[in-house]
């Protein structure tokens, strides 16, 4: 299957008190059979929240999903797959912000 690849880098900003952290990073690379980044502006026209937790909403999801469905022989997956394809397809359906309509979103 073609796929996309992206880098994915997770930087500690801040702890949970709000005290600075420095040095933890998170970084992986992950392949993908969607453009995410193309999938996130889309769901900026669509959502009704900030930029930040569109694209927490958008890359975590695409990144679930995409185990999910390279791993659905899995058990571990059962269980939530049947709520996953519901949440997206009601994800897909929602009209854009902009135009009003229903468009292309995942």
Do not use: C, W
């Not at 970084?27 to 993908?32: K, L, V």
């Not at 909403?57 to 939530?80: T, W």
Request: zero cysteines; charged letters at 25%.
């Amino acid at each position: 299957m073609n796929s996309y690849r992206y880098k994915i880098t997770v930087e500690a900003l801040t702890g949970a008190k709000g005290e600075p952290v420095e040095g933890r990073t998170l970084s992986f690379e992950a392949a993908n059979h969607d453009d995410i980044l193309g999938i996130v502006e889309r769901m900026q026209t669509r959502l009704p929240f900030d930029n930040d937790t569109v694209a927490s909403l958008g890359v975590g999801l695409k990144l679930f999903s995409e185990v999910a469905l390279m791993q659905r022989s899995d058990p571990m997956f059962a269980e939530i797959r049947p709520a996953l394809g519901e949440f997206v397809r009601g994800l897909k359906q929602r009209p854009d912000a902009v135009s009003d309509g229903p468009g292309r979103l995942l």
